[in-house]
């Protein structure tokens, strides 16, 4: 395999991951000395406070044919983009509920957010989308 065509699939990667909803994806192919080649895929963390809030995967594989479809497989079983816009709403509506019950803040104001995050969780269980 040659450099060409390593280059031509790890550029494909970040518009893949992007197309899953993940934001400012990278993908760095790595060769150290007395090691195998490994890749790492990393994208910024849906509620990250910065550019250095990120997460990533590390991918490694004896061969590099077999590394890049190792990560080609990982990206294609990521979440599509609208779970991951759910998901990141659903942690994003966690966390509000939580803030609320550290801060004392009232039932009658955390119960409608805590029902709503019941309904979706539970029509997302069963594949229903829910109206708000």
Do not use: C, H
């Amino acid at each position: 395999m040659d450099t060409k065509a390593i280059q031509k699939r790890i550029d494909a990667m970040p518009a893949k991951m992007a197309a899953k909803g993940l934001k400012r994806p990278d993908v760095d192919f790595i060769l150290n000395s007395n090691a195998a080649a490994s890749l790492t895929l990393g994208w910024k963390k849906p509620n990250g406070r910065s550019d250095w809030d990120k997460e990533y995967e590390w991918v490694k594989a004896d061969t590099i044919p077999d590394l890049l479809s190792k990560a080609e497989e990982f990206i294609a079983a990521l979440p599509s983009a609208e779970e991951t816009r759910f998901n990141e709403f659903m942690g994003a509506l966690g966390a509000v509920i939580d803030l609320g019950k550290t801060n004392g803040i009232e039932v009658e104001f955390l119960n409608p957010l805590v029902a709503t995050m019941k309904k979706l969780s539970d029509n997302i269980l069963t594949d229903q989308r829910v109206k708000l």
